[in-house]
């Protein structure tokens, strides 16, 4: 049986992500392990901290990282997408903490969804399946 244990994001800056994640986001840190100069840094949701970790994972290991992301993020496209509760209410709380958004909440019919800048060179989308 095949499941999903890990997934990632590649970030620009490891203590800059790992402070707009748990901070802002509201996961919580999971392993911080040092691999050189980097960190084998993840983190995952209170609801299940034993469930799916997020790799928050340097970009800078491969030449073609910065180029895929900038590339994303020009065309408005999210890197990642996590669930809430409430999209409507998680954005109005995560602009009260200062996070900027490229899309409010918007009702797309089974879904409603909004986009937000991770400060670390993503879009990250969330939703609430209706």
């Known amino acids: 049986m095949i499941r999903i244990k890990l997934t990632n994001v590649l970030v620009d800056d490891q203590a800059k992500a790992l402070a707009f994640y ?3 986001l509201g996961f919580i840190k999971k392993n911080d392990v040092p691999t050189g100069d980097a960190r084998w840094l993840t983190v995952v949701s209170p609801a ?4 799916v970790e997020l790799l928050l994972e340097p970009d800078g290991g491969h030449p073609a990282a910065g180029p895929f992301k900038s590339a994303l993020v020009a065309d408005g496209i ?9 999209v409507y209410a998680e954005v109005e709380r995560l602009k009260g903490l200062g996070v900027e958004f490229t899309q409010d909440a918007v009702d797309m019919g089974p879904v409603v969804t909004a986009v937000l800048d991770d400060t670390c060179g993503n879009l990250i ?4 399946m209706k």
């Open 125 to 128: 989308q969330i939703i609430t």
């Open 22 to 24: 748990t901070e802002k």
């Open 48 to 51: 299940d901290p034993d469930g």
């Open 78 to 86: 999210p890197y990642a997408q996590f669930a809430v509760d409430d």
